[in-house]
């Protein structure tokens, strides 16, 4: 049903680009979503993904910057050169420069992240339970490579 016609729109690069994220102690989600032409925003694509052990023993600041992180990274052929939103419940990263931190704690997911042109806007977590439900059934193994979800 996430996957039918009804519920996922096709990509289109002319709308806006909105990112719902969320972490947990199972994984990470995502849900990429575009303002339709009636002014609703409708989801284009999903992704989950599972924390591995080191993972799981980070503070919750971390894991959320490294759900944007992935969403980002998952579908950067949508987004490089473009301005997004990322839609969080996190409520610390709403007011903290993301791009701007060099502290040991965000280490490399500030360094990628600056590469790009968002803006992080908080949600109450109510409204985020697409992400919710994806970082609490993650799909991808965090050790999975690439590669090995191109063989067939």
């Given at each position: 049903?996430?996957?039918?016609?009804?519920?996922?729109?096709?990509?289109?690069?002319?709308?806006?680009?909105?990112i719902?994220?969320?972490?947990s102690l199972?994984?990470?989600?995502?849900?990429?979503?575009?303002?339709?032409?009636?002014?609703?925003?409708?989801?284009?694509?999903?992704?989950?993904?599972?924390l591995?052990?080191?993972?799981?023993?980070?503070?919750?600041?971390?894991?959320?910057?490294?759900?944007?992180?992935?969403a980002?990274?998952?579908?950067?052929?949508?987004?490089?050169?473009r301005?997004?939103?990322?839609?969080?419940?996190?409520?610390?990263?709403?007011?903290?420069?993301?791009k701007?931190?060099t502290d040991?704690?965000?280490g490399?997911?500030?360094?990628?992240?600056s590469?790009?042109?968002?803006?992080?806007?908080?949600i109450?977590?109510?409204?985020?339970?697409?992400?919710?439900?994806?970082?609490?059934?993650?799909?991808?193994?965090s050790?999975?490579?690439?590669?090995?979800?191109?063989?067939?």
């Open positions: 049903m996430l996957c039918s016609q009804l519920v996922l729109e096709i990509f289109d690069r002319d709308l806006p680009i909105k719902y994220t969320d972490a199972q994984g990470i989600g995502a849900v990429l979503k575009q303002t339709q032409e009636d002014g609703k925003d409708k989801p284009v694509a999903y992704f989950s993904k599972k591995n052990e080191t993972q799981k023993r980070k503070k919750a600041i971390y894991l959320e910057c490294l759900a944007i992180k992935e980002i990274k998952y579908w950067q052929h949508w987004l490089i050169g301005y997004f939103e990322i839609h969080s419940d996190h409520k610390p990263l709403e007011n903290m420069n993301i701007a931190r040991e704690e965000l490399d997911l500030t360094h990628y992240l590469q790009y042109d968002f803006k992080i806007i908080y109450p977590g109510k409204d985020n339970t697409e992400a919710d439900c994806l970082s609490r059934n993650p799909v991808l193994e050790n999975i490579e690439e590669e090995d979800l191109l063989k067939t």
